[in-house]
């Protein structure tokens, strides 16, 4: 595909193609799912069988296990620890109340959509009441377990997959910090965090398919991008694609941001611009677009940027909206065009360390 070719399809022409459903957390029933017998009446538990295989797998693949159970707490995460999982669950609602609730919370803690969310049990009331409550939640019968790992496989494994629970932990431990402190600004000082910005490599764009696909609270467009489209990118004059990574005192968070810039005579647009929802907190999220702003200026360019409603992305609209964009019109797939005036460069906030590479 030549370069013609590519400014006149755009990226967003190639995203005709909805996202499709990636599931982020699978919440695991224990009695008769997890393991075989009813803890509460005494029985001899076993594993079922392949079931630790199957957990393994997808925390290896960066999907997260967690539990809903009516069960005695104490109890119940004694077993788990006697059977050597107990660390691959993360944040385990066992309790009496209602399956949804725990799921509403295990959502909550993990700040994900409901439909990036799986329930297995082997109670067909109990997958009812949550698809009643919540009908995006991917319900599953443990009888369909061979077919799991097949069905929520990502196409990509990365470097952050294999991390990803460790990164819910240490956010945990940065919460705890945070809460301790009391004082938000000078918590993000103590973080001693550092945004490193490069253009996009050939190593990176597994990451950036996968952040495109994973991500909607924090994606201007909502378009998921291929492998295939984001190396034409990358190779594309007429265009410019960015990475973004995290890290601080406790570690890196990855790579959590993405833009992308088309460029046509003195006019870049901004076709692309995500951030993952892991960072909303640490006060980083219009970094990425800064740099894209001050990198325009200096290059004497104007800058527009396509922002596209979906049900999840308020948040990206009220960024450039806060940024000092303005709507210059409608686009065609019912989008908004917005233009900044740029007339100042943009310094970044004293409490993080804006590394740009090349």
């Not at 999982?85 to 959509?113: D, H, M, T, V």
């Amino acid at each position: 595909m030549d370069e013609k070719t590519i400014m006149k399809s755009e990226v967003a022409e190639l995203k005709k193609t909805p996202k499709k459903k990636v599931i982020k957390c699978v919440v695991w029933d224990l009695d008769h799912t997890i393991w075989h017998g009813i803890l509460l009446e005494g029985d001899r538990l076993e594993l079922r069988q392949g079931i630790v295989d199957i957990i393994k797998t997808l925390d290896s693949w960066g999907i997260i296990n967690s539990i809903a159970s009516k069960n005695n707490p104490e109890d119940a995460i004694h077993m788990l620890e006697s059977f050597g999982i107990r660390e691959y669950f993360l944040y385990p609602q066992i309790g009496w109340g209602l399956k949804s609730n725990a799921i509403g919370k295990i959502k909550e803690k993990l700040n994900i959509g409901m439909d990036a969310i799986a329930f297995i049990d082997d109670q067909p009331f109990e997958r009812d009441e949550v698809s009643f409550v919540y009908d995006q939640v991917t319900c599953l019968d443990i009888d369909q377990i061979d077919n799991i790992p097949e069905m929520f496989k990502p196409r990509f494994i990365t470097e952050e997959s294999a991390l990803r629970r460790k990164m819910y932990q240490d956010d945990d431990i940065r919460n705890q910090e945070e809460q301790e402190i009391g004082n938000n600004r000078q918590f993000l000082e103590s973080l001693q965090l550092d945004f490193l910005i490069q253009p996009a490599s050939i190593n990176d764009l597994r990451r950036v398919e996968e952040l495109t696909l994973r991500t909607n609270q924090l994606n201007a467009t909502g378009y998921a991008y291929t492998y295939d489209e984001l190396e034409q990118l990358i190779k594309s004059a007429n265009h410019h694609l960015f990475v973004a990574e995290l890290t601080d005192k406790y570690g890196s968070y990855g790579k959590i941001g993405v833009a992308m810039v088309a460029c046509e005579n003195d006019i870049w647009t901004l076709k692309l611009l995500l951030m993952s929802c892991r960072v909303m907190s640490r006060g980083v999220g219009g970094v990425l677009l800064n740099y894209i702003m001050n990198l325009a200026k200096e290059n004497e360019k104007k800058l527009h940027a396509e922002f596209l409603p979906t049900d999840r992305n308020r948040l990206m609209y009220v960024t450039y909206k806060f940024a000092g964009f303005a709507e210059a019109g409608k686009l065609e797939n019912g989008g908004v065009l917005l233009v900044h005036p740029l007339t100042d460069f943009i310094a970044y906030p004293e409490y993080i360390k804006v590394t740009i590479g090349k």
